[in-house]
Antibody
Framework: QVQLVQSGAEVKKPGASVKVSCKAS????????ISWVRQAPGQGLEWMGW????????NYAQKLQGRVTMTTDTSTSTAYMELRSLRSDDTAVYYCALGELSLNFDYWGQGTLVTVSS | QSALTQPRSVSGSPGQSVTISCTGT?????????VSWYQQHPGKAPKLMIYDVSKRPSGVPDRFSGSKSGNTASLTISGLQAEDEADYYC????????FGIGGGTKLTVL
């Protein structure tokens, strides 16, 4: 069965960078794109961007353009999301997700809490 | 990509039906039949409840149904149960592998 397992919680200082990983299993990694979605404490879900695991093409949310980079490593079936120039309002749980059924998110990682604090 | 508009909260008594709306634009909800709905309990990852406007994944009760008219999609939960109390989010494909997500609706079962 499809599983997405994310890396552990991170604490970062303002201005630093963070890189979250999402290791996929249970399917052919290059068959589906992976999206990243974040959720600030007590807030709603925010779509951050999408990467094709087939060819590495990406699309990012406009508000994060220039600060976010999504990559994949097909040799290890792992997707990565790097966010730079961290601010306090980047504090959130970050999820990776993929859609097997359609253009949606059937499967979600367990989430990675990133805390940005001085 | 703009956020879709949902009511902040809805409520209903056990056994009743509630409907949650999700309003977008012709560039997302109105332009594609790729609206999905997610249920999220506190501290948990979201769970897919409806996809492609009205399809239910395996294992989701048929009490959950979805529809769309123009730029507005809706999620209806009939026969409300206590375990349905959660946050619900709509999501729409917006072209070129971009997505918009609604602000979320808190469902309270009275």
């Amino acid at each position: 069965q499809v599983q997405l397992v994310q890396s552990g919680a991170e604490v970062k200082k303002p201005g630093a960078s963070v890189k979250v990983s999402c290791k996929a299993s249970g399917y052919t990694f290059t068959s589906y794109g992976i999206s990243w979605v974040r959720q600030a404490p007590g807030q709603g879900l925010e779509w951050m961007g999408w990467i094709s695991a087939y060819n590495g093409n990406t699309n990012y949310a406009q508000k994060l353009q220039g600060r976010v980079t999504m990559t994949t490593d097909t040799s290890t079936s792992t997707a990565y999301m790097e966010l730079r120039s961290l601010r306090s309002d980047d504090t959130a749980v970050y999820y990776c997700a993929l859609g097997e059924l359609s253009l949606n998110f059937d499967y979600w990682g367990q989430g990675t809490l990133v805390t940005v604090s001085s | 990509q703009s956020a879709l508009t949902q009511p902040r909260s809805v409520s209903g008594s056990p056994g009743q039906s509630v409907t949650i709306s999700c309003t977008g634009t012709s560039s997302d909800v109105g332009g594609y039949n790729y609206v999905s709905w997610y249920q999220q309990h506190p501290g948990k990852a979201p769970k897919l409840m409806i996809y492609d406007v009205s399809k239910r994944p395996s294992g989701v009760p048929d009490r959950f149904s979805g529809s769309k008219s123009g730029n507005t999609a809706s999620l209806t939960i009939s026969g409300l149960q206590a375990e349905d109390e959660a946050d619900y989010y709509c999501c729409s494909y917006a072209g070129s592998y971009t997505f918009g997500i609604g602000g979320g609706t808190k469902l309270t079962v009275l």
